[in-house]
């Protein structure tokens, strides 16, 4: 395949929010929508993606990528029960492969962008280490999961503040100046300036005028895409409106929603069954909720969506209604 895959980062700013389940059925829609797809599983230290997929934990992968330089990564795609769904193995074969060289993970990432899929996702670790936040930043429009409750939106946030400094101090790493004012601001908590982007934009732009609009051009195009997960009532997705200040007041940056799948039961049934659960109940509101993610990344992952909060929360709405 010549063209270069579209590359989703899947993120969560903590565990527990149904990652990792979100992951896997989004990519079993794209591919029932007719897209060559592929899942990685990055989540390296504590690999489960296999499980929602119906498949056992037997399968080489990254890890034994990583092992073994000689080893092609589209050599260890997984065919899967859903047509053009193919799936490439965490380490389940080849522990503590959590903290992985810098090196390591530049050869990954240069191979991640050559697999032959129009959709590659990656199911990364929960929570802001280094190497997630490496992994999230190889897309501008990364997704991220999350239940509408405060201290996931805590996280959340505090990960896309992590990722967008860790962008900046990429850029200027050959500047010492700037490195060890990067350094003091990753020590500070989420709300206390100069925490904000815009206050760091200043500081940084009175040791290098040329920053501002670096800066000003990387917080445009960082735009993550969110989906709330384990929902009860539509009107949690009210909760966008603190997000949305947080994001523009403290990172000045926007984002898109893509999607509200309400709790499920059925979630844990469909994983101890061995079956996807895009397949097990695929008329259940789940399987349609996640379908209509699908479709929105096909359409709009590109583009920003306005007004996609209220969309959302409309349609969310409607499913309730309807149950």
């Known amino acids: 395949m010549s063209v270069k895959p579209t ?17 896997a059925n989004l990519a079993g ?3 029932e929508a007719g897209h060559e797809t592929i899942i990685v599983d990055l989540d390296l230290g504590g690999t489960n993606l296999y499980g929602f997929l119906g498949l056992q934990n037997r399968h080489a992968g990254i890890g034994d990528f990583l092992k073994a330089r000689s080893a092609e990564l589209d050599q260890l795609m997984v065919p899967t029960s859903i047509p053009r769904l193919s799936y490439i193995a965490g380490d ?10 810098y090196a390591q993970k530049i050869r990954l990432i240069s191979k991640l962008r050559q697999l ?12 802001s280490s280094l190497n997630t936040i490496d992994f999230f930043r190889m897309s501008s429009l990364g997704l991220m999961v999350t239940v509408p409750e405060y201290p996931a939106i805590m996280n959340l946030l505090t990960f896309l503040r992590l990722t967008l400094m860790r962008i900046i101090e990429r850029i200027f790493r050959k500047n010492e100046e700037i490195r060890l ?21 200043a500081a940084i732009a009175a040791i290098d005028p040329s920053a501002e609009g670096m800066i000003d051009r990387l917080c445009t195009y960082f735009r993550p895409r969110l989906i709330f997960n384990k929902g009860e009532y539509p009107d949690e997705m ?3 409106r603190q997000i949305d200040d947080g994001l523009k007041s403290v990172l ?3 984002a898109d929603y893509f999607g509200f799948v309400f709790r499920d039961p059925m979630v844990r049934r469909s994983v101890n069954s061995h079956q996807p659960y895009l397949l097990e ?3 259940s509101q789940t399987s349609k909720a996640i379908r209509k993610i699908a479709e929105r990344v096909i359409t709009y992952w590109r583009t920003p969506v306005e007004g996609s909060a209220r969309l959302i929360m409309e349609q969310a709405t409607r499913e309730f209604q309807g149950k």
Do not use: H
Request: aromatic share 8%.
């Open 281 to 283: 109940f695929p008329d």
């Open 238 to 240: 009210r909760i966008y």
């Open 252 to 254: 000045s940056i926007q």
């Open 116 to 127: 032959p899929a129009e959709y590659v996702l990656l199911d990364l670790s929960a929570g």
């Open 181 to 201: 004012l990067l350094a003091e601001s990753y020590k500070r908590p989420l709300l206390e300036l100069p925490a904000g982007i815009s206050d760091l934009k």
């Open 92 to 101: 389940g074969r080849t522990p503590f492969m959590a903290n992985i060289a």
């Open 7 to 23: 590359i989703i980062p899947i993120a969560s700013g903590k565990g527990g929010v149904g990652k990792s389940f979100i992951s």
């Open 29 to 31: 829609a794209l591919a």
